[in-house]
């Protein structure tokens, strides 16, 4: 199985020590310090009936009461950047009901682990985002960040690599090999490993993966599929639009098709159509 696939992901998540080791990478602590992690309910609620309902793929909480959100996204998302701004700001101000103080307020992260490119201009794999003044780069707050790591712009492994790198190679892993040298590396990671074989081996759970990888598979052919169709409409309309402004300047069917290349007969029933 592979963890980037949301079902398994959301699996080894299940793992309290998979999930100290993942979070204590990505805070940049050891892992002892980080005291606990609890689950939280991924559905972020409504609080009016025109509100857009958020679920999240894993939504973790800190013995400090932070919020953390793990979000994995095997596919291009053309919204990304809108959608995790909207799940963090949704998570910190659900944090607090109507008469309760802002101290109440604890840091949310969101965490976006991408199989695909977000920013296209550069190669840096791993990012810490946070509010900032535009000027001097001061940082306004850290109550709500966002990282994201883009596992396509892995560069080639090399010596004493930080924790999130190793458990960004393990996420970007495509066989049994990359999984299991990986987990040599790291105990945390051993156990994100182990915890994914037994997956592996778990008949009903591979059975549910197989469900999401092919519902995935469907979708994307469904989105490559209309695309296409869209492609066709488009130049079929433009195709219209060309012949429409020659016919306005009184050339002929055949003078048409020769200046775009196009066959008589096509030419001649868009004429007609028109």
């Known amino acids: 199985m592979l963890p980037t696939v949301d079902f398994c992901f959301k699996e080894l998540m299940q793992d309290e020590k998979v ?27 409504k609080r009016h009936p025109e509100d857009k309902y958020g679920i999240l793929d894993v939504l973790v909480q800190l013995k400090s009461g932070v919020q953390i959100d793990l979000e994995i996204q095997v596919e291009s998302y053309e919204f990304w950047e809108n959608r995790s701004i909207y799940y963090v700001s949704k998570m910190y101000t659900e944090q607090i009901k109507e008469g309760e103080d802002y101290d109440k307020l604890k840091k949310c992260i969101q965490v976006s682990i991408l199989c695909f490119p977000l920013f296209k201009d550069d190669d840096k794999c791993y990012r810490r985002i946070a509010l900032c003044d535009t000027e001097s780069g001061k940082e306004y707050s850290d109550l709500m960040e966002l990282y994201v790591l883009e596992l396509s712009k892995l560069p080639p492994e090399q010596q004493n690599e930080t924790e999130i790198m190793k458990w960004m190679r393990f996420f970007g892993g495509k066989c049994e090999e990359d999984f299991k040298k990986m987990a040599e590396k790291d105990e945390y990671i051993g ?5 994914l074989k037994n997956m592996s081996e778990d008949e009903v759970k591979r059975l549910e993966y197989e ?3 092919k519902a995935i598979r469907d979708y994307n052919s469904y989105m490559h599929s209309a695309e296409r169709r869209g492609i066709k ?26 200046d775009l290349v196009e ?3 096509v030419i001649r ?3 007609d159509e028109l």
């Open 211 to 213: 469900a999401r990888q």
């Open 191 to 195: 156990e994100a490993y182990e915890a």
């Open 269 to 271: 029933k868009i004429v």
């Open 19 to 45: 999930r100290k080791g993942l979070i204590a990478a990505l805070i940049d602590v050891k892992p002892e310090e980080v005291e606990s992690t609890r689950l939280l309910p991924t559905i972020l609620r």
């Open 233 to 258: 409409i488009g130049r079929e309309e433009l195709l219209k639009q060309q012949v429409k402004k020659k016919l306005a300047k009184g050339q002929s069917v055949e003078v048409i098709a020769e």
């Open 263 to 265: 066959d008589v007969d």
